[in-house]
């Protein structure tokens, strides 16, 4: 629990202090992120409903993009809500898509001028559709933006994502598209949501968990993980460099010796 994070912090590295330690030559091309913890940081501020939880959870998710196109990232990947979230509450299922379209409406004007492209994956279609209408105007509006990519996990689940993709590849074979010897890694990787977007370099979850929970299972083969206890509605830049830095410290093998 981070109940430290309630007291002021002492002895941490100022942002410069951290930011001298990267080699911005070495960064991830791609980070992806389970933001884990809002539940938990409402209840440790003393506030009945998560919903306060997540609300502060939005208001890292903005920190985070704006210190991703700061730092270089290409593409960031935020896990805002899976498949097995739809099992919540009916009040914070509705609370969370209320806030997922005041966020996507707010933010429009800001992604803009960051020059974001706002992408989306997981089974869209399960969303309101006074939800869907805002997520599609922002991924169209955003779509020519050269700048970071936004891609953001929403009723996503890495389990149904390849399901999904063996559906479309035996529509392909039926369709004498593909052949069973066309058929490899690389090949399969292309029916994913968004092959274009590449692997994750780097996976960061918070508020401590060691659990992937059905979040890229195919694309995380070879990534970085990184957890740390930081609840996410605390969640920084400077959190965000730690990770790097932490990232940078790894020797990446691939499998290789
Ligand atoms: C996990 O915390 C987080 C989520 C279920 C969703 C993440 C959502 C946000 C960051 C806010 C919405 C995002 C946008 C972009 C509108 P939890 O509720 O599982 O926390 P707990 O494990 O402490 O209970």
Redesign the pocket.
């Known amino acids: 629990m981070s109940k430290q994070k309630l007291q002021p912090e002492q002895n941490r590295p100022t942002l410069a202090q951290l930011q001298e330690q990267i080699d911005p030559a070495r960064l991830p091309r791609h980070v992806a992120i389970i ?9 440790l501020h003393g506030f009945k409903d ?1 919903i306060h ?3 502060a ?2 208001k ?2 903005r920190h985070v993009v704006t210190a991703c196109g700061e730092l270089g990232i290409r593409v960031l990947t ?5 498949k097995e ?1 739809w099992n ?1 509450s009916k009040r ?1 299922i509705t609370a ?1 898509m209320a ?2 379209r ?3 409406r707010g933010q429009l004007p800001e992604l803009q001028k960051k020059n974001v492209r706002f992408v989306a994956s997981g089974s869209l279609d399960d969303l309101p559709p006074a939800t869907r209408r805002v997520l599609d105007d922002i991924i169209a509006k955003t779509a020519k933006n050269t700048g970071l990519v936004l891609n ?1 996990a929403l009723s996503y689940g890495s389990r149904t994502e390849i399901v999904d993709a063996t559906k479309k590849i035996l529509r392909d074979f039926q369709a004498a598209r593909i052949t069973e010897q066309d058929l490899t890694p690389e090949r399969f990787a292309t029916y994913l949501y968004h092959p274009e977007l590449g692997n994750p370099d780097l996976l960061i979850r918070t ?1 401590g ?1 060691m659990r992937i929970s059905n979040f890229l299972l195919w694309q995380i083969a070879y990534t970085e993980i990184y957890v740390t206890k930081t ?3 605390d969640f920084r830049k400077a959190d965000l460099i730690e990770a790097l830095i932490a990232y940078q410290k790894r020797e990446r093998r691939f499998g290789k010796v």
Do not use: I, Q, T
């Open positions: 933001m884990d913890g809002n539940g938990r940081w409402a209840k998560r939880g997540h609300r959870g939005v890292a998710v935020l896990y805002a809500f899976s979230n919540r914070e969370l806030l997922l005041h966020y996507l953001m508020s968990e609840l996410w509605p």
